[in-house]
């Protein structure tokens, strides 16, 4: 049955006197004293990522007060993964938006709930890809968004679909917490042993760290030079680049890309974040093995955005090609795994300051030279295969979770067009989310 509820243009869903809209065009020096404000790269996966949000000055931000966030509104990123929505939390309000972002506030008999879920679906995300621009780097103008045809069926029944996809989205944001609580958890515990060398300080001063003897009589109780610093005594200082083989991904055109969803996806930037999308290239191309990727590789993007860019990924959306600007972090041995992906993590913080330093026009990146200048430590295999029993269980599971995810993930976004076409009626989508969340 197909449903017979209007389509209507978004522009025509928003509220009369705030019509779509961009925000700071200039946002100059940061601020920490000022307003947060949201970049087109802080929307993804259908949230605001408050953690990398960057700051404006008070003064600024009133330059552009018609996009004071009030907190409920959808915001859009335009430009490099356009299409990206999410819903301005209410913790937010008073904050800002950038120039790559849009602001749409909906009128009171519009559920923005239901507008965003539909904008996220695989059909709202075809619909704006057909409105994107650029050879490049994709956009979205505000010109065309406001005339993407969203269907509107009655409140109530915005609502009522709204509510049952609003439960996955608590289910999945329940197992987002928790793998922030087991990261947390297995990065405190690389700091202490291979940062701070708690097991060592503790031994050499006669106290307890609840570590098992066996554990505890792997260390050693003195420290030796190394250039300008000081490394537990038969511990390894080697540059960064030595613990993995870093394989950089293949031009784009080089997988001659179709937008028929035909072959692998090819990961770009974007689709670490955001997983495969509606944007998303695909290839038939047999390109080298080298270049192809799969669950659980570990993906360590080098470019782009200092702040929201350059970072490390664990893939958990199966068979893929390898872009460029992303290297594939391949252990020589699988007890370095572990070892290898929070030591990335953990240097998050400097990449980002080494591409800052060598930011232009927004990006900035990190070479194999600096990986080779960057210095880590490195511990004898023993003191890592007993510091893996700690925390490679709690990879495994945050690992798990993720997977976890991206199932509900895709049921949310299976039975949205459904309940749209009226092929599934709203209690038997009830039925099937109480199954799962």
Same mark, same amino acid.
């Given at each position: 049955m197909v449903s017979d509820w209007p389509q209507t243009p978004l522009c025509d869903l928003t509220e009369s006197n705030t019509p779509v809209t961009y925000g700071v065009v200039k946002p100059g020096k940061e601020d920490p004293e000022g307003v947060l404000f949201i970049r087109g790269g802080d929307i993804a996966d259908g949230r605001i990522l408050t953690q990398q949000l960057r700051t404006i000055s008070k003064d600024v931000s009133h330059q552009y007060r018609r996009t004071l966030l009030r907190g409920g509104e959808l915001v859009m990123s335009l430009v490099g993964n356009p299409g990206q929505v999410a819903i301005v939390p209410a913790s937010l309000e008073g904050s800002n938006i950038a120039r790559q972002a849009a602001l749409i506030r909906l009128r009171a008999e519009v559920d923005a709930r239901f507008v965003m879920y539909f904008l996220n679906s695989r059909v709202g995300q075809e619909e704006l890809g057909a409105h994107s621009r650029g050879s490049v780097q994709q956009v979205i103008n505000l010109r065309d968004l406001k005339t993407v045809r969203i269907p509107t069926p009655p409140l109530p029944q915005q609502r009522a679909i709204a509510f049952i996809l609003g439960a996955l989205d608590d289910k999945i944001e329940l197992n987002r917490q928790m793998n922030e609580t087991l990261e947390t958890m297995a990065r405190s515990l690389f700091k202490s042993w291979f940062v701070d060398f708690d097991p060592l300080r503790a031994k050499a001063e006669g106290r307890s760290l609840n570590l098992p003897e066996t554990v505890s009589e792997l260390f050693p109780i003195t420290f030796e030079d190394f250039g300008s610093g000081i490394i537990p005594k038969g511990w390894e200082a080697i540059p960064a680049y030595d613990i993995a083989t870093f394989v950089n991904g293949?031009?784009?055109?080089?997988?001659?890309?179709?937008?028929?969803?035909?072959?692998?996806?090819?990961?770009?930037?974007?689709?670490?974040?955001? #997983?495969?999308?509606?944007?998303? #290239?695909?290839?038939?191309?047999?390109?080298?093995?080298?270049?192809?990727?799969?669950?659980?590789?570990?993906?360590?993007?080098?470019s782009g955005n200092p702040d929201t860019s350059i970072d490390t990924f664990v893939w958990a959306h199966g068979p893929a090609w390898l872009n460029q600007h992303i290297f594939k972090v391949v252990p020589?041995?699988?007890?370095?795994?572990?070892?290898?992906?929070?030591?990335?993590?953990?240097?998050?913080?400097?990449?980002?300051?080494?591409?800052?330093?060598?930011?232009?026009?927004?990006? #900035?990146?990190?070479?194999?030279?600096?990986?080779? =200048?960057?210095?880590?430590? =490195?511990?004898?295999?023993?003191?890592?295969?007993?510091?893996?029993?700690?925390?490679?269980?709690?990879?495994?599971?945050?690992?798990?979770?993720?997977?976890?995810?991206?199932? /509900?993930?895709?049921?949310?976004?299976? /039975?949205?067009?459904?309940?749209?076409?009226?092929?599934?009626?709203?209690?038997?989508?009830?039925?099937?989310?109480?199954?799962?969340?």
């Open positions: 293949a031009a784009y055109a080089n997988f001659e890309p179709n937008t028929d969803r035909i072959g692998l996806p090819i990961i770009k930037i974007a689709e670490l974040k955001a #997983g495969v999308t509606a944007q998303t #290239g695909f290839s038939t191309v047999e390109m080298p093995e080298k270049y192809r990727m799969d669950t659980g590789d570990i993906l360590f993007s080098w020589p041995k699988a007890e370095l795994r572990a070892f290898i992906l929070m030591t990335l993590r953990y240097l998050r913080p400097v990449f980002a300051e080494i591409a800052r330093n060598k930011q232009t026009t927004g990006l #900035g990146h990190v070479t194999v030279a600096d990986l080779k =200048r960057l210095m880590i430590v =490195r511990p004898p295999t023993a003191i890592l295969l007993a510091w893996n029993k700690f925390v490679e269980p709690l990879i495994e599971r945050s690992f798990g979770i993720q997977l976890e995810n991206n199932t /509900l993930a895709a049921l949310r976004d299976t /039975l949205l067009p459904k309940l749209i076409s009226g092929e599934l009626r709203v209690q038997a989508a009830e039925k099937i989310v109480e199954a799962v969340a």
